[in-house]
């Protein structure tokens, strides 16, 4: 078995499970979170159930699946062994701490704005 064709059985692989990992880590957190909806907030679960978590796993597996058929493309196209795809799911925590900073931010505006009036 020659270098090249190791490199590329490893970066199939390594490219394999990254999707696989990723696609059923977002599914886990997806689920985890209608919980909350539903247990907490008491969010219809016919809903979530038949169409939040479907509709974002099919989403989120299509765009993982065009991430990595790009990154594989890349890779063709450069003849670069160190080429990986873009991660592609719902970064919840992400935005929930932008728009808390955009809050603050907003804020600490308002209060400077108030006190020159």
Same mark, same amino acid.
């Given at each position: 078995?020659? /270098?090249?064709?190791?490199? +590329? ?14 696609? #059923?880590? +977002? @599914? =886990? /957190? &997806? ?10 907030? +008491? ?5 979530? &159930?038949?169409?939040?978590?479907? =509709?974002?796993?099919? !989403? @989120?597996?299509? !765009?993982? #699946? @065009?991430?990595?058929?790009?990154? *594989?493309? $890349?890779?063709?196209?450069? !003849?670069?062994?160190? @080429?990986?795809?873009?991660? $592609? =799911?719902?970064?919840? #925590?992400? !935005?929930? $701490?932008?728009?808390?900073?955009? +809050?603050?931010?907003? &804020?600490?505006? *308002?209060? *400077?704005?108030?006190? #020159? *009036?």
């Amino acid at each position: 078995m020659s /270098v090249e064709s190791t490199v +590329n059985q490893h970066g199939f692989w390594g490219e394999t499970t990254a999707f696989l990992a990723l696609f #059923l880590d +977002n @599914v =886990g /957190v &997806l689920i985890f979170f209608s919980a909350i909806l539903v247990f907490t907030f +008491n969010y219809p679960a016919d809903i979530i &159930l038949t169409r939040m978590i479907p =509709g974002t796993a099919v !989403g @989120v597996c299509i !765009g993982d #699946l @065009v991430y990595t058929w790009l990154a *594989i493309r $890349l890779r063709r196209k450069t !003849g670069r062994a160190d @080429v990986t795809a873009m991660p $592609l =799911g719902r970064h919840w #925590l992400k !935005g929930e $701490l932008m728009r808390y900073r955009a +809050n603050i931010f907003l &804020l600490a505006i *308002i209060s *400077i704005i108030s006190a #020159l *009036i």
